[in-house]
C-alpha cells in the first residue's frame, strides 16, 4: 500500500521560503513516475502546482513560475518543492501524488503565509 507522507510547512512572513518534502513508500518504481506538489485552499479545488519528470525535467502554474523549484531523489523515493518570494496567494494545504494522481492522499502540509 503506497503511503505518501508531507512535511516541511510553516508560518512565514510574506517574501519568505520554505522547502516542503514528500517521502514515498510502496509505490513501485517511483522513478517511472511523473510526481507533482498539489495546493488546495478553502476557495480552490486541488491544483497541481509543479510537476517533475523522472528525468527531472519539471512543469509549473504560472503563478509559482520563477517561485518554485520541484525537485527528486529516485533513490530515497523523495520529491521536495523549494518555494521563494511567497505571498497570501500561496497559503494552503500542500500535497504530493503522482501528476495524475494515482495514490491515496497523503495528510499534506499546511503552508500559511502572513505577516
Known amino acids: 500500500q503506497v503511503q505518501l507522507v508531507e512535511s516541511g510547512g510553516a508560518t512565514v512572513q510574506p517574501g519568505g521560503s520554505l522547502r516542503l518534502s514528500c517521502v514515498v513508500s510502496g509505490g513501485g518504481i517511483f522513478s517511472q513516475y511523473i510526481m507533482g506538489w498539489y495546493r488546495q485552499t478553502p476557495e480552490k479545488e486541488r491544483e497541481l502546482v509543479a510537476s517533475?519528470?523522472?528525468?527531472?525535467?519539471?512543469v509549473y502554474t504560472d503563478s509559482v513560475k520563477g517561485r518554485f523549484t520541484i525537485s527528486r531523489d529516485n533513490r530515497k523515493n523523495t520529491v521536495s518543492l523549494e518555494m521563494n518570494s511567497l505571498n497570501a496567494e500561496d497559503t494552503g494545504v500542500y500535497y504530493c501524488n503522482t501528476a495524475q494522481p494515482t495514490w491515496p492522499w497523503g495528510q499534506g502540509t499546511q503552508v500559511t503565509v502572513s505577516s
Open positions: 517533475v519528470y523522472g528525468g527531472r525535467d519539471a
